[in-house]
């Protein structure tokens, strides 16, 4: 095993990208980063019934989407399985796995027999080898799995890089299955030959594979694998502190993409949940890795705040060229069928919404009146567009024609000249006028606001 620091993403492939696995993407991604060491992406499709190439997909887009970007991958496991075979042929030659015979009928009976005591469920090794034990005659019609011979005793212990001390029990352990009748490896043993073959040092993942943890160490053991340090980071649980549901919330990174997060964002807003530096809470990538630390990562339970992550979402934009913006911007005014070509520049656009905008999606609706009109509703109508405020717009609109220069500095004057010479207050004028021409009330500096419609566009819409 090298001495390099080395970490690994290992999705499987029977659904979209989860929050929950970009967390942990990206505390892989940033210890790698930190030391200079190498991130792998894996793709643990062994699961054929449920494993999919869109999720394949969702997972290559997600990351890509992201911006973790891998040194090494991604791999596959079905690409591996003679390797599997090869390291299976190993263990069985050398003492540490044997066929089990058991019939499916057999492991119900052991379980029947375990529930009516009260016990754990468990096969009973009645085809384990050992000393001066007779094995019963191999049954011709059933095909067997391959079981790994788990120690009977003592304990399977680690030091948890984020749990600190974890001791299991041998005894809890059953004589792990790691390999089906039809000869394919199962997940536990296939993720030990890949971190051992991929040298991973480091192995940052769920609370959830805890008890994965000691019967993977034992495998290792039997290989004569130096065993990885192991980090399980806490869960993420809803605002209502259950564990997050596809079904409530939203889940999948394609969502927070359709809902105008920034991708920059979402990361740092995923590095809050269960690490922290301090009290920043606003921080790029280039910030996160300086001071990442795994002994920084809580071990309790993170709760998802969806204000917190609008809130750095808008930190976040405000701090984003603009120019980038407007791409984005783009896309989702596209989807609108919505012309950004025949209009001002989007990034102009852009950059006099960006102080205004929690999402991007805030950002088009709000973009929307620069290309073309909207619809007052009937309130604003009757607030704002009554025969008197219709009149001044009508005397406004005589005055605008005139201006020798069309810019922000000269509808600004010309404005504040035109409320004196009408003997209103302001809003009299520049609600009307937002009313009239944009269709909606609630927009930045009226003066400019028209300077970026344009001339020819803001007369039209008065007219």
């Known amino acids: 095993m090298t001495s390099a620091i080395r970490t690994r993403f290992a999705p499987s492939p029977t659904g979209l990208l989860h929050i929950g696995g970009v967390r942990t993407a990206l505390f892989s991604w940033a210890y790698a980063r930190k030391h200079g060491g190498t991130f792998v992406l894996r793709i643990e499709d062994t699961d054929l019934e449920r494993s999919t190439p869109e999720s394949v997909k969702a997972i290559l887009d997600g990351m890509h989407w992201v911006g ?33 015979y058991a019939s499916k009928e057999e492991l119900e009976a052991m379980r029947a027999e375990a529930e009516a005591k009260g016990e754990k469920p468990r096969y009973d090794r009645r085809w384990r080898p050992e000393a001066g034990k007779t094995l019963p005659v191999p049954p011709a019609d059933v095909p067997p799995v391959v079981r790994f011979k788990t120690q009977l005793d003592g304990v399977i212990a680690w030091d948890d890089a984020v749990k600190g001390r974890i001791e299991i029990a041998a005894s809890e352990l059953d004589d792990l299955i790691i390999a089906r009748p039809d000869g394919t490896p199962t997940y536990n043993f296939c993720v030990v030959v890949d971190d051992y073959d991929m040298q991973i040092s480091h192995v940052i993942r769920g609370d959830d594979h805890v008890n994965n943890t000691p019967r993977q160490i034992v495998i290792y053991q039997a290989l004569g694998a130096t065993v990885p340090t192991f980090a399980h980071l806490p869960m993420i649980h809803n605002d209502q502190g259950q564990k997050m549901s596809k079904r ?30 301090g009290d920043d809470e606003f921080f790029s990538m280039e910030q996160f890795v300086e001071w990442f630390d795994l002994k920084d990562v809580s071990s309790a339970p993170s709760r998802f705040d969806r204000e917190k992550l609008l809130w750095l979402n808008a930190q976040h934009i405000k701090a984003t060229d603009a120019a980038r913006l407007a791409e984005r911007v783009a896309a989702f005014l596209s989807d609108r069928n919505i012309d950004t070509a025949s209009g001002p520049a989007l990034a102009d656009v852009v950059t006099l919404l960006k102080d205004r905008s929690q999402t991007l999606i805030e950002m088009a609706n709000q973009a929307e009146y620069f290309y073309q009109p909207l619809n007052p509703t009937a309130e604003i109508v009757e607030k704002h567009l ?15 024609a005139q201006l020798p220069s069309w810019d922000a500095a000269s509808l600004g004057a010309f404005i504040k000249d035109f409320v004196k010479q009408q003997g209103v207050k302001m809003p009299q004028v520049g609600m009307p006028l937002r009313a009239k021409v944009c269709g909606i009330t609630n927009t930045p500096s009226v003066d400019a606001v ?12 008065l007219a």
Do not use: T
């Open 386 to 400: 009554q025969p008197e405020d219709e009149e001044r717009l009508k005397l406004f609109a005589e005055g605008a």
């Open 248 to 277: 409530r919330d939203a889940v999948s990174v394609v969502d927070y993409d359709a809902l105008g997060i920034l991708p920059e964002a979402l990361l740092n807003y995923l590095a809050r949940l269960g690490w922290g530096h």
């Open 68 to 100: 973790l970007d891998y040194d090494e991958g991604p791999f596959y496991q079905m690409q591996r399985m003679d390797r599997y075979k090869q390291v299976i042929a190993q263990l069985l030659e050398s003492g540490h796995a044997y066929y089990c």
């Open 450 to 461: 028209l300077a970026l419609i344009g001339r020819e566009e803001v007369l039209r819409r």
